[in-house]
């Protein structure tokens, strides 16, 4: 079955796709063979983490098409990088004879929400940005600024008091899944339930009109953000503006030459007369 389960995975973008005893929880089967394989996921070294409680959720499902989600968490096997994971038990008939497990496609998610770095092609300009938060606040896709420009982005995160260790891992993994904080007036409202367009200072401490929504995904709160630097964004309203006030200047200008040319025309008669 090695060749199938490969070709899925590699088809359709997976990390990892895992086979589990629901009795004991072992591993018995991954693509690749990392840390976790053999492992118990009840009382293995890896049944604290965030794919033990998928296992757990999803041998209790009794609706066999029902599948558990969990968010993303640190997940040693991987290097310790930030994963999420996705599982449904396996049915034969009535009866349950294990659990079919995936680890999420951080990078199809994050060509998703990057738009394949081409963010000035769908009209995120030269600041703009779309990206997930989870309830912890933190990023679920790449940040943009790390990836187009990671010496200023790193300068940032100092400027902003992120603490060491977190800038550290950051570029350890070269990455700000779980790990980039965005606290801001917009993912709180978000996180709340609400969806708005406002501005405010992003996590750059930058304002930025941001429109946001709240995303329920299989009982994960996340939410979903969508913003541009404020200066960019109304540039051509500030042009227009601009245009508009030097046109009326140039107009009041040109109206106060007109009016003098005529008055000195009127009045020089009159004076004519007078003498």
């Not at 389960?5 to 004991?24: A, P, Q, S, V």
């Not at 309203?237 to 009041?252: D, E, K, P």
Request: charged share 20%.
């Amino acid at each position: 079955y090695h060749p199938v389960i490969r070709n899925f995975l590699e088809r359709f973008g997976y990390y990892d796709i895992f086979l589990i005893d629901h009795k004991t929880g072992d591993v018995v089967y991954t693509v690749y063979k990392e840390l976790d394989f053999g492992t118990s996921l009840l009382k293995g070294p890896f049944s604290k983490t965030n794919f033990a409680n998928c296992f757990l959720a999803a041998r209790e499902i009794k609706n066999k098409n029902e599948v558990k989600l969990v968010d993303y968490s640190e997940y040693l096997p991987s290097y310790n990088e930030h994963a999420s994971f996705i599982a449904c038990p396996i049915f034969d008939g009535s009866d349950m004879i294990g659990v079919l497990a995936f680890q999420m496609p951080i990078d199809r998610i994050n060509d998703i929400m990057t738009s394949n770095h081409q963010w000035a092609n769908v009209g995120l300009g030269a600041t703009g940005e779309t990206y997930l938060i989870g309830e912890d606040f933190t990023l679920r896709n790449q940040s943009r600024f790390l990836i187009e420009d990671s010496v200023h982005y790193f300068k940032m995160l100092k400027d902003i008091g992120t603490d060491q260790s977190t800038i550290n891992k950051i570029k350890d993994y070269k990455s700000t899944i779980g790990l980039q904080l965005v606290k801001t007036k917009g993912t709180k409202e978000a996180i709340k339930g609400n969806s708005n367009t406002l501005i405010f200072d992003d996590y750059r401490g930058v304002p930025v009109l941001s429109a946001f929504k709240p995303l329920k995904i299989m009982g994960m709160n996340w939410a979903i953000m969508s913003e541009i630097d404020e200066a960019e964004a109304f540039a051509h309203v500030t042009a227009l503006r601009n245009n508009i006030i030097q046109g009326f200047l140039a107009l009041l200008v040109i109206l106060l030459l007109v009016s003098y040319v005529v008055s000195k025309q009127i009045t020089k008669p009159l004076k004519e007369l007078t003498v």
